[in-house]
């Protein structure tokens, strides 16, 4: 199927999921001091744009490189999404990645795996892999997509006393089911094109 600029752009949000990923930002940013957060969120945003771009710009190579297949990148894909979404049902901690330690997070948990996940850069690869002549607007929908994720995502705080903590719990428990459907599929659809479309 070929995407167009906004068909990308959808996908993109969808996959980044900023709406869902706001349990867990709010819940790794507790402890980091109020007056650091808005630049640990802006940081690990661009943390995250700038591991899917290049991902995008030489995730084929490095396929290839490994001998890997896209099949491969979609259950492994599906695999991890499946653990975190599990733990987002199971924990009751304040989230699956809390830290009392009071430390800044830098790269893991909020740019990768959380924004620039398995799921996104299988996105990102397939996009640039399926149609290499529109290389540029593929970036540009990236770059508006992890804007808008950045948008909503440095407005964790205020979301958070909008709706409360314990809102904020089921919000997660409930995006750690749709998660798992999501990894279920995920998994299926690199076996159903392993088994049934590999020649």
Do not use: C
């Not at 690990?44 to 744009?49: C, K, L, T």
């Not at 959380?114 to 399926?130: C, D, E, I, Y």
């Amino acid at each position: 199927m070929d995407h167009s600029f906004l068909s990308a752009f959808a996908l993109l949000l969808l996959v980044l999921d900023p709406f869902g990923n706001l349990p867990i930002f709010i819940s790794v940013l507790q402890g980091v001091p109020p007056e650091n957060r808005r630049r640990v969120a802006l940081r690990e945003v661009v943390i995250a744009f700038l591991v899917l771009l290049a991902f995008m710009l030489g995730g084929g190579t490095f396929l290839n490189l490994m001998r890997l297949s896209e099949r491969s990148l979609e259950v492994a894909g599906g695999v991890i999404l499946l653990i975190i979404a599990m733990r987002m049902i199971f924990t009751d901690d304040g989230g699956i990645y809390a830290d009392d330690s009071g430390r800044e997070p830098f790269i893991f948990p909020l740019a990768v795996p959380l924004l620039a996940g398995p799921s996104a850069m299988a996105t990102v690869l397939l996009l640039a892999s399926r149609q290499p002549e529109r290389l540029m607007s593929w970036i540009g929908a990236l770059t508006l997509a992890m804007a808008v994720s950045g948008v909503v995502l440095l407005a964790a705080d205020r979301i958070r006393r909008l709706l409360g903590a314990s809102m904020v719990s089921a919000i997660e428990k409930l995006m750690g089911l749709l998660l798992t459907a999501v990894a279920v599929e995920m998994i299926l659809a690199g076996l159903k094109r392993y088994f049934f479309e590999s020649g």
